[in-house]
T-cell receptor
Framework: DTEVTQTPKHLVMGMTNKKSLKCEQH?????MYWYKQKAKKPPELMFV???????INESVPSRFSPECPNSSLLNLHLHALQPEDSALYLC??????????????FGQGTRLTVV | DAKTTQPPSMDCAEGRAANLPCNHS???????VYWYRQIHSQGPQYIIH???NNETNEMASLIITEDRKSSTLILPHATLRDTAVYYC???????????FGTGTLLAVQP
């Protein structure tokens, strides 16, 4: 199983709503990532979790709150978002053991629209 | 992490080889070259990576120059399904920080 599964595929939320994006993998990967991608732009790294601990936060606003409850799951909690936060949110995972130096596997993303 | 420079777009005829260049003149000795692609509205897909030797897999070949300042991704027989944005990324092996540049939009023409 080399899949990273993201749910939901599409999400529309109001600026006062609270919602969560979910990501799941069963490849035994211990590094998991959140990326944000605006139209016609490359993916931008938001967060990296390593062994269920937050290791990188790319100065992301606090209205985005990541959570890694176990080695297979990664959540992104959303609160008080702005319309400019509308984007494709991508999850990825990879081996944490650096000597393996292997690739990252990406999910198909959640298309988020903030109204 | 070293920065990369890629042409914004390229065309290729179906069935011909697609050669996608990447410059990474500030690459350091322990940084690898990775290639990913992203087909429209899908998540990025890993293609290949290498350190200094040329690499080949079922998808593509990666040619890295001897001074490691540039590389070329080769798709030997491009198909319409290879139309995508191709990203060249330089990454230190000990970090999980995978940073995407602007990439090359490859359009395979029938």
């Amino acid at each position: 199983d080399t899949e990273v599964t993201q749910t939901p595929k599409h999400l529309v939320m109001g600026m006062t709503n609270k919602k969560s994006l979910k990501c799941e993998q069963h490849m035994g990967h211990r590094a998991m990532y959140w990326y944000k991608q605006k139209a016609k732009k490359p993916p931008e790294l938001m967060f990296v979790y390593s062994y269920e601990k937050l290791s990188i936060n790319e100065s992301v606003p606090s209205r985005f709150s990541p959570e890694c409850p176990n080695s297979s799951l990664l959540n992104l909690h959303l609160h008080a978002l702005q319309p400019e936060d509308s984007a494709l949110y991508l999850c990825a995972s990879s081996h944490r053991r650096t000597e393996l130096n292997t690739e990252a596997f990406f999910g198909q993303g959640t298309r988020l629209t903030v109204v | 992490d070293a920065k990369t420079t890629q042409p914004p777009s390229m065309d290729c005829a179906e069935g011909r080889a697609a050669n996608l260049p990447c410059n990474h003149s500030t690459i350091s000795g322990n940084e690898y070259v990775y290639w990913y692609r992203q087909i429209h509205s899908q998540g990025p897909q890993y293609i290949i990576h290498g350190l200094k030797n040329n690499e080949t897999n079922e998808m593509a070949s990666l040619i890295i120059t001897e001074d490691r300042k540039s590389s070329t991704l080769i798709l030997p027989h491009a198909t319409l399904r290879d139309t995508a944005v191709y990203y060249c990324i330089v990454k230190w092996g000990a970090t999980n920080k995978l940073i995407f540049g602007t990439g090359t939009l490859l359009a395979v023409q029938p």
